[in-house]
């Protein structure tokens, strides 16, 4: 009797031992040497984090001598792999030099913290000094409320909103007017497509929130675009453009939609030649700018106007701007549970998104089980050619998302509330169940905004 219980805990700790590889807890300082700053905080997390956390979320871990040995080595890579799909702490965490930490990375620390699930059980129960201490968590949610005031509070966000890991969009931004009132008449002018039959309008539509409300755009020609057409509102606040982060500002976006053959099939020079024949329109861009209409004046109009897309007014931003009656109690018990399921490690800031290339399907094959996959799918691995980045999409803004189907990438569904099933089976690995889905929902639509007024002229 003695013996089988003394076999059964033997066998017991072999099963915890297998699944979270037997790592020692060291120290890879270099890590996060980027994260150099002179906020004392900031210094402390980074050394909560370089001792607790990057041995399984860095490229570059500090192996013990035994992680060479067959057996240990594949289980250890094991948990390195999955640790750093998820995330890769060394590159998530500092922004450009000398910038504040991302709020994505905030994001998912203050989950983790939150969840209590880092690191690993199975881990800690082998490691017994691996787990964080109160004072550690305590010093790192202090850290992540402290940057998030100083560097993510929107203008407006009331007092106890400020360091929320969603935000209100600002409702004013200096724009010059002249040049948005350019650029919207462009936005609608076929005449910058190689068949003088499709605008930024066709495929952006404000009406439709944005988009064309189809699976796949129609470009120039009859042709087919690859991508479901995303919104172009609030999109000044995305930290890239398109879906594989190919366009840095909007006007590189601009750019490249005017001549792409799937998209308007253009050439600058018959663009131009076109425009100047137009001479009320030639006269305004004079007033913009004396050297008349360029190749550059065309793309700084459209950039320009495209700032202007703001959507400010929504039920959530009236909420975190401190009117208590914004959201109703189920809205708000929505808005609980997207933090709480982890949507906001991906859909956080002021538009809910468009702050990282993550993986489509990070917890469930998603084109596995969709099937065929295309070049397109690839995501951000065509822009980077690394494998780390294949299936990986900027996350999309959920600002007006009731107004913005059909979802994803490939334009697969049109139901929101099947998006967001996708959504938790596959990226959260979740199960909510139907009445939370319903508060979700209802949540999702307190993110539609006040349509945006044209500019002044
Ligand atoms: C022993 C290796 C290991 C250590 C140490 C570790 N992690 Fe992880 N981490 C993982 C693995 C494996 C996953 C994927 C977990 C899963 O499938 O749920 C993960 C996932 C994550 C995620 C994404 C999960 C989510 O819910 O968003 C975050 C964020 C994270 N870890 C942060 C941390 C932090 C912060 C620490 C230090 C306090 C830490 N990890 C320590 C292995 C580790
Ligand atoms: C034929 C349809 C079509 C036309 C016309 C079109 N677009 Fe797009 N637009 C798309 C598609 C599809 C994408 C996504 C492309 C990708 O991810 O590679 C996109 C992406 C964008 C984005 C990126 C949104 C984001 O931040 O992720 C912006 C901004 C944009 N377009 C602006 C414009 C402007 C300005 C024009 C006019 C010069 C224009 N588009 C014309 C289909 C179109
Ligand atoms: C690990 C990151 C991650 C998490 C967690 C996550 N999402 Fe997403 N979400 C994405 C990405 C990436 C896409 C785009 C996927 C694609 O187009 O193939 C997306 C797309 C969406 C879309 C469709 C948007 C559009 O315009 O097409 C909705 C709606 C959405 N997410 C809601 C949610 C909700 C609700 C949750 C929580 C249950 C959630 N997401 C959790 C990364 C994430």
């Known amino acids: 009797m003695k013996r089988a219980s003394i076999l059964v805990v033997v066998v017991f700790l072999l099963i915890l ?94 989950h983790v913290l939150e969840q209590g699930s880092m690191p690993p059980l199975r881990y800690q129960l082998l490691h017994w000094t691996s787990g964080l201490s109160s ?53 609608h002018d076929p005449r910058l497509s190689g068949d003088d039959a499709t605008s930024c309008a066709t495929c952006h539509a404000l009406e439709k929130a944005g988009t064309d409300r189809l699976r796949f755009s129609r470009a120039v020609g009859g042709r087919t675009a690859a991508l479901n057409a995303p919104t172009t509102l609030n999109a000044q606040f995305q930290f890239a453009h398109s879906w594989d982060g190919r366009a840095a500002t909007l006007e590189e976006q601009a750019v490249s939609h005017i001549t792409d053959p799937a998209a308007m099939g253009a050439t600058w020079s018959e663009v131009v030649v076109k425009l100047e024949k137009d001479t009320a329109l030639a006269e305004a861009f004079r007033a913009v700018d004396p050297g008349g209409i360029t190749q550059q004046g065309i793309v700084g109009a459209l950039a320009e106007y495209a700032r202007s897309l703001l959507t400010p007014g929504c ?53 596995g089980l969709r099937g065929d996959v295309r070049e397109a799918d690839n995501g951000r691995y065509n822009v980077t050619g690394l494998e780390a980045d294949r299936f990986r999409f900027k996350v999309p803004t959920l600002r007006n998302i009731a107004e913005t189907p059909p979802y994803f990438h490939d334009g697969s569904t049109s139901d929101l509330r099947a998006a967001v099933r996708t959504m938790d089976s596959h990226q959260v690995g979740g199960r909510l169940s139907e009445l939370d889905l319903d508060r979700v929902m209802k949540f999702l639509r307190t993110l539609t905004g006040k349509m945006p007024a044209p500019p002044e002229r």
Request: hydrophobic share 40%; proline share 6%; with cysteine.
């Open 315 to 367: 039920a959530l931003d009236g909420y975190l701007q401190g009117d208590a009656s914004a959201l109703t109690e189920d809205e708000k018990e929505g808005l609980r549970i997207f933090k709480a399921s982890g949507c906001a490690t991906c859909h956080c800031g002021n538009i809910l998104g468009g702050r990282s290339f993550e993986i489509m399907g990070l917890r469930r094959d998603y084109f």
């Open 135 to 187: 004072d550690d968590e305590e010093k790192l949610f202090v850290w992540i409320g402290a940057l998030r005031e100083k560097h993510y509070a929107s203008a407006g966000v009331a007092e106890p909103f400020r360091s929320e890991v969603v935000q209100p969009l600002p409702g004013w931004l200096e724009l010059d007017a002249k040049k948005a009132a350019l650029g919207e008449d462009l936005y």
């Open 17 to 110: 031992a297998v699944p979270i590889a037997n790592l020692v807890v060291g120290v890879p300082d270099h890590a996060l040497s980027q994260l150099a700053s002179s906020d004392p905080r900031t210094l402390q997390a980074a050394a909560i984090l370089g001792r607790k956390c990057l041995n399984c979320h860095s490229t570059e871990p500090n192996l013990p001598f035994y992680a060479k040995f067959p057996g240990a080595s594949q289980l250890i890579q094991a948990d390195i792999r999955a640790g750093l799909r998820h995330v890769d702490l060394a590159t998530a965490l500092p922004a450009p030099p000398g910038g504040p930490v991302l709020e994505v990375a905030l994001a998912r620390i203050e």
